[in-house]
């Protein structure tokens, strides 16, 4: 059972970048599902969260030009990254969750760098 992150690299400011997660062992339709970020010195934040396919939360830094995704078929999530400024640079952590007999079940994928520099 595991989330295999994909994607990330180094973007210009204005830039534009893409992640993919792909669940195993699991089906990620039965799940929230949720893109973190991480900075140097700084504590892990959400990104972009969704309960279903029917709304989806950003943050207000990332709102208008991230856009969370989710593919069924593919048992895939993705997070575009568009108009990427330098202090989108992070870690990037997908996540994937649901609620089980007294508590809650996580999947975390292992993180990938996401670095804007000019």
């Known amino acids: 059972v595991q989330l295999q992150a994909s994607g990330g690299g180094k973007a210009q400011p204005g830039g534009s970048l893409r992640l993919s997660c792909t669940a195993s062992?699991?089906?990620?339709?039965?799940?929230?599902i949720g893109w973190f970020r991480q900075a140097p010195g700084k504590e892990r934040e959400a990104v972009a969260v969704s309960s279903d396919d029917s709304s989806t939360y950003y943050s207000d830094s990332v709102k208008g030009r991230f856009t969370a995704s989710r593919d069924t078929a593919k048992n895939t999530v993705g997070l575009q990254m568009n108009s990427l400024k330098p202090e989108d640079t992070a870690v990037y952590y997908c996540n994937a969750g649901h609620f089980v007999a007294g508590g809650y079940q996580n999947y975390w994928g292992q993180g990938t760098q996401v670095t804007v520099s000019s």
């Open positions: 062992g699991f089906t990620l339709a039965d799940n929230a």
